[in-house]
């Protein structure tokens, strides 16, 4: 059988006792795509039925869209466990991409506070802050913006995914060994 009829198999015999747990260890690695969406949606099934299931992946982009709580193994240890929503309010930035009309050589000394940074040739201005300060970081830098007379044409937002996040506390814990 090939690798992704095998993972078939082995979530048909999983199923096969109706369990109210279900572990899935990497269930989509070395599958193709079409394969991959009928698991997730399978699992999702499974979810609304009440089934709590327990997956591990390196897939983090799955376990962003999938998981209600995130635990995080770091060399065999738990490093946390959280729910994904706080996790990510918690240890998530956003990034604001402010597309200058004009591009600039450099960033103005009235702006060059340690948080703003310019990129793409100087046409980008963009602005790392934490999702609590959304609201006031993101006027605060236009009004900045306004009384310099640098004309903007277009803004966009990115929010730390949870990929985003498990660099960072790798890195973080590197750094304190």
């Known amino acids: ?5 095998k993972r078939r198999v082995m979530i048909a015999k999983a199923l096969a006792h ?38 591990t992946t390196h897939y983090l982009e799955e376990a962003e869209e999938m998981a209600d709580r995130i635990g995080v193994i770091q060399r ?21 991409h402010v597309h200058l009309e004009s591009a600039l050589e450099s960033l103005p000394a009235e702006l ?4 703003l940074k310019l990129e793409q040739a100087g046409s980008v201005l963009a602005f790392d802050f934490d999702a609590s300060e959304a609201s006031a970081g993101v006027r605060g830098v236009l009004r900045r913006l306004d009384a310099l007379g640098i004309g903007w044409r277009d803004l966009d937002t990115r929010e730390s995914s949870l990929e985003d996040i498990f660099v960072e506390l790798i890195r973080e814990q590197r750094e304190a060994a």
């Open 112 to 115: 060059d506070d340690g948080r």
């Open 18 to 55: 109706e369990p109210l747990l279900l572990f899935l260890d990497e269930p989509t690695a070395g599958v193709d795509v079409e394969l991959r969406r009928d698991m997730w949606a399978l699992v999702r099934r499974l979810r609304e039925d009440g089934v709590t299931v327990i997956l």
């Open 1 to 5: 059988l090939s690798g992704g009829m």
């Open 76 to 96: 065999g240890e738990l490093m946390l466990v959280e729910e994904k929503r706080a996790l990510m309010q918690r240890l998530g930035k956003r990034r604001l």
